[in-house]
């Protein structure tokens, strides 16, 4: 069974930073190609960044150039590095293992003033 839990989500103002990570754990052994997801109140999940086996990165246009995806295979650790956030950003944000199609249990992303 392979665990996905998300941390480093909390309260920020404009223009702030915030890292988050998602370890894994379990019976996992690689780590697949990796993505992190946001859903806004009374919006659809959306991706918003994905990192493969071989560090090929993807972004949605609305983080491009402020976010920053990056994968530790050693620790099983997956990274979403947020800068210049914005109150759009506003959201709780999920790992997800796209091969395994196992979510975690998500962390809160508040930026406000």
């Known amino acids: 069974q392979v665990q996905l839990v998300e941390s480093g989500g909390g309260l920020v103002q404009p223009g702030g930073s915030l890292r988050l990570s998602c370890a894994a754990s379990?019976?996992?052994?690689?780590?697949?190609?990796m993505g992190w997801y946001r859903q806004a109140p009374g919006k659809e999940r959306e991706l918003v960044a994905r990192?493969?086996?071989?560090?090929?990165?993807a972004y949605a246009d609305s983080v491009k150039g402020r976010f920053s995806i990056s994968r530790d295979n050693a620790k099983k650790t997956v990274y979403l590095q947020m800068n210049n956030l914005k109150s759009e950003d506003t959201a709780v944000y999920y790992c997800k293992d796209d091969f395994r199609g196992i979510w975690g249990q998500g962390t809160q992303v508040t930026v406000s003033s």
């Open positions: 990192i493969t086996p071989g560090g090929s990165t």
């Open positions: 379990g019976s996992i052994f690689v780590l697949n190609t």
